[in-house]
């Protein structure tokens, strides 16, 4: 494998990004839009626009729907009329017909701005506007003025609650409840209301929640957030994924390894689905092969782990609890071995790295042929250790929530400017997604080579073309036959891994990479 020069990255001119406008501008809100008179018992739920980044691949967003928002509707009363509306799938300003008596909007950091102008126009038409979502947890005083009302904490709790309230005419201004009822309670979310036509997969699960580190950098560590590791019984959420008649899930957990037996027991209640799943885990799921063995038998194709980075001074830092970063490529192996390809999420800017580290970690991840790789600059959010930290030394630049979205430097770096930074993104995305990188980590076994190119070319190098899938609600049909096709090499691939176990226990097979769909 070629060894990167550490130089490389400053002496590289990045070439200017496509970045077409409705990918950066909301929709118009036009104030004198002409709205009738509000309907009783109706609820509409909005996902509010937020900027794409042209460095990563546009397909991102649309490869599940949000969860928390039809997970809301799902208890909804039967008497109430409900509505989801995604402005990122390009289909313009969100409906007025028939003008919702509620309107519930998501606020999160990047985004809090357009969930504030959406409020007011809503408002302003006679709606009453609840807002709820991380940024309103962790900054309630923001939010308060374009709300009649905040849900801090679980939706899902409160959303009945708060629809009850209303009808009385006894709305509160406050709604709180923190995430400590049985997981199992929790309804099915309302896929029925999603545009199926738009996502890769509308089987977005969730198992568990919570996750058992509590890096200062990751929003977990919000301030004023509770949110003990939950679990829902495996066999509820295997007939979740039955019931959505999809190939393909995306897990959204936090960390569905956090407990391996009940990763184990879920693996057992997926595996007679025969379909295929990825998921978020920590890398030191791998301590255990016979787990990752389990998880290949049940489906999964593909894994998310946040290395987030090479240096374990770093990691000690974060207070992130994960294997030394010596032992990352043998366990990367070990995935690999199993037919489970790896998304690879880095964190650039900690305080240990340095000029070399761009050039650094797309040499390791070439070197060890990772699928995909995800790249976030270091975001210090508010209500964070780090954020906090980063206050006490004066190193935040501003506080424009818009550019707090991991693919802008918003703070001074320790051992390099903020330009050094965002060059050094920029030009290690530009290394992952060209066509040379992408052919050095090919899988090593020749059959799997065309479905990884396919997933590769499609999915990084095509945003002018998911431009035009996403405004057309062509996703889902121009992914599923890839999905398929995955699905089908997966089922046997199994089979093989499922002789050989029985042929001998401890023996893990060099297994054909299969490529997965969405990770």
């Known amino acids: 494998m070629t060894h990167i020069d550490p130089e490389t990255p400053f002496r590289t ?48 967003h649309v490869l599940t729907p949000t969860l928390a928002l039809t997970s809301f509707a799902a208890t909804t009363p039967a008497h109430w009329s409900v509505r989801y509306w995604d402005e990122n799938l390009l289909h313009g300003r969100p409906p007025i017909e028939p003008m919702p008596e509620v309107v519930g909007i998501t606020v999160h950091l990047t985004f809090a ?19 709820g979502g991380l940024h309103v947890v962790s900054c309630p005083e923001e ?7 905040l849900a801090i904490g679980d939706g899902v709790q409160l959303w009945p609650r708060i629809l009850a309230d209303v009808e009385k005419g ?56 509770r949110m003990p590791y939950r679990v829902r019984e495996a066999e509820q959420v295997a007939r979740e994924f039955a019931a959505d008649d999809q190939p393909y899930a995306v897990f959204i957990d936090n960390n569905l390894g956090s407990r391996r037996e009940y ?75 199993h037919g489970i390809q790896v998304n690879g999420s880095f964190v650039l800017g900690f305080d240990e790295d340095r000029r070399d580290v761009f050039a650094m970690t797309a040499e390791w991840i070439e070197q060890n042929r990772l699928e995909c790789a995800t790249f976030h600059i270091l975001t210090p959010y508010p209500g964070t250790p780090l954020f906090r930290q980063m206050e006490r030394e004066g190193r935040l630049l501003h506080r424009d929530w818009g550019r707090y979205d991991t693919a ?98 401890s023996h893990f097979p060099r297994a054909e990479s299969v490529v997965t769909a969405g990770v």
């Not at 701005?113 to 807002?131: M, N, T």
């Not at 939010?143 to 009302?149: G, L, S, T």
């Not at 997981?183 to 997969?201: A, K, N, W």
């Open 13 to 60: 001119t990045l070439r200017s990004r496509w970045l077409p406008p409705e990918m950066v501008t909301p929709p118009w809100l036009d104030p004198e839009a002409h709205a009738e008179p509000v309907r009783p018992r109706t609820a509409l739920l909005i996902n509010p626009f937020y900027p794409k980044d042209p460095h990563s691949s546009f397909g991102k």
């Open 408 to 505: 802008h430097v918003v703070f001074q770096p320790k051992h390099m400017s903020p330009e050094e930074l965002a060059h050094g993104y920029g030009w290690i995305y530009e290394r992952l997604f060209s066509h040379t990188s992408i052919w050095h980590r090919r899988p090593g076994d020749w059959r799997a080579i065309a479905p990884y190119l396919a997933m590769s070319y499609l999915y990084k190098r095509s945003n002018r073309f998911w431009r035009l899938l996403i405004k057309h609600d062509l996703v889902h049909t121009v992914w599923n036959p890839l999905v398929e096709w995955t699905r089908k090499r997966h089922l046997k691939f199994r089979a093989r891994l499922a002789i050989r176990d029985e042929v001998c226990q």
């Open 263 to 337: 990763l184990r027991a879920l693996c057992l209640a997926l595996r007679p689905l025969e379909k295929i799943w990825s998921a978020a885990i920590t890398l030191d799921v791998t301590d255990d092969p016979s787990l990752i063995r389990d998880m290949a038998l049940a489906g999964c194709t593909g894994v998310f782990i946040g290395f987030e980075t090479l240096s374990n001074s770093n990691l000690a830092q974060a207070r992130k609890r994960s294997p030394r970063t010596e032992d990352y490529a043998c366990r990367v192996r070990l995935l690999h071995d």
């Open 170 to 225: 006894a709305l509160q201004l406050v709604y709180r409840v923190m995430y400590e009822n049985e997981y199992r309670d929790d309804p099915s979310p309302r896929r029925d209301l999603l545009p199926r036509r738009s996502f890769l997969t509308t089987t977005s699960l969730i198992a568990t929640r919570g996750c058992h580190n509590r890096c200062g950098f990751c929003y977990l560590s919000t301030e004023g957030l």
């Open 113 to 131: 701005r357009r969930s504030y102008e959406l409020a007011d126009w809503y408002r302003q038409r006679g709606s009453k506007v609840i807002l």
């Open 143 to 149: 939010a308060a003025p374009h709300a009649d009302a």
